[in-house]
């Protein structure tokens, strides 16, 4: 039975539910979706690094951190608008990923995780120890304004619900591309054996230094976004239990677009569906974690493999080809 119809419908039914979702609740549950969407876009950019990769990366809320700062200083100490801040800062975030991971990308599996932990640590004190009396210390940076776009100024919640799920939309539609070209291919060689696709030819180094540039400038966008809906930010928004809520919604999704936002619906929106049993909330979802572990290992969607069509030979071509016969170019045992 042909799946591809019922995955079409799936997508068609998420898609009018996002649509419709702020039309039917109240200001409370449309902030939390923001949220969920901010989440999930920041997870669809590290989708690229640790989901199709494979790169071990637990530092992406030090992305974030440099787009939205860079963001927050423009527009408060230059007066640029919210949107002309946006690709700077998902350069600059991409630039800062360059550094830092060229030194590091020839480490695998925990030994890189441990130094991305490191980065997210050592980005966050730097913001509190106020870097060149810009970032404001502890205490962040305030006034931030809204974006506006042609005039219209975004300020309710569920107009930042459209501008950020629309993001996240546009997002959807750049990776699935991305997955389908040769980048995509070869990142997911990479994944698979990195040493065999070396051996196939696979710059390596080159590809992974690139998933990172490219996550990270997402992520860094993704910060634009969040400095706008908040007006303020601060090192604290950006801690290491961030890095760690991405990476868990990454791999409970299993790697593939749909079930990173379904993951990122679970992550934030589960815990504020449990606060009224707030003394068993996080026992529940703890326990629900282990269930996923235990029975889902391979994650909510992973992506399905890739397929690739070859003809079959026919005529002569079949019985030169066919196994016994002087198969892989051969007749009767003679090279053909």
Not at 236 to 251: G, R
Request: proline share 4%; with cysteine; net charge positive.
């Amino acid at each position: 039975m042909r799946t591809e119809p019922l995955r079409i419908a799936a997508r068609v039914a998420l898609a009018a539910v996002i649509c419709v979702l702020p039309l039917v609740s109240n200001a409370y549950w449309t902030d939390v979706c923001v949220s969920i969407g901010l989440y999930a876009l920041l997870s669809l950019s590290l989708n690229v690094i640790l989901g199709q990769a494979g790169i071990f990366h637990m530092g992406h809320a030090a992305f974030f951190a440099v787009g939205a700062y860079t963001t927050a200083i423009l527009n408060t100490l230059c007066q640029w608008p919210i949107f002309w801040t946006m690709p700077v800062a998902g350069a600059v975030a991409a630039v800062f990923a360059l550094l830092v991971a060229r030194p590091i990308i020839h480490l695998r599996g925990d030994y890189l995780l441990i130094v991305t932990i490191g980065i997210v640590e050592i980005v966050r004190i730097a913001l509190i120890n106020d870097v060149f009396g810009l970032t404001g210390g502890a205490n962040g940076i305030f006034g931030i304004s809204r974006p506006s776009f042609f005039g219209f100024r975004i300020v309710k919640g569920i107009q930042f619900y459209y501008l950020v799920w629309g993001m996240v939309a546009v997002s959807l539609l750049l990776f699935y591309g991305l997955w389908h070209s040769r980048f995509g291919r070869a990142l997911n060689y990479i994944k698979e054996d990195d040493v065999a696709a070396e051996g196939c030819g696979v710059n390596v180094t080159h590809y992974k230094l690139m998933a990172f540039v490219l996550g990270a400038f997402w992520a860094g966008m993704a910060g634009t976004l969040y400095a706008a809906k908040m007006t303020t930010i601060s090192p604290e928004s950006f801690s290491f239990m961030e890095s760690v809520i991405i990476f868990a919604v990454v791999i409970l999704s299993g790697g593939s677009q749909i079930g990173v936002l379904i993951s990122a619906f679970l992550f934030i929106g589960l815990p504020e569906l449990l606060r009224e049993f707030s003394n068993a909330r996080m026992l529940i979802f703890g326990l629900a974690m282990m269930v996923m572990m235990v029975w889902r290992p391979q994650g909510l969607l992973p992506p399905r493999r890739r397929r690739y069509h070859v003809d079959a030979p026919s005529g002569e071509d079949a019985s030169r080809d066919a196994p016994g016969e002087g198969g892989n170019g051969t007749v009767s045992g003679r090279p053909a």
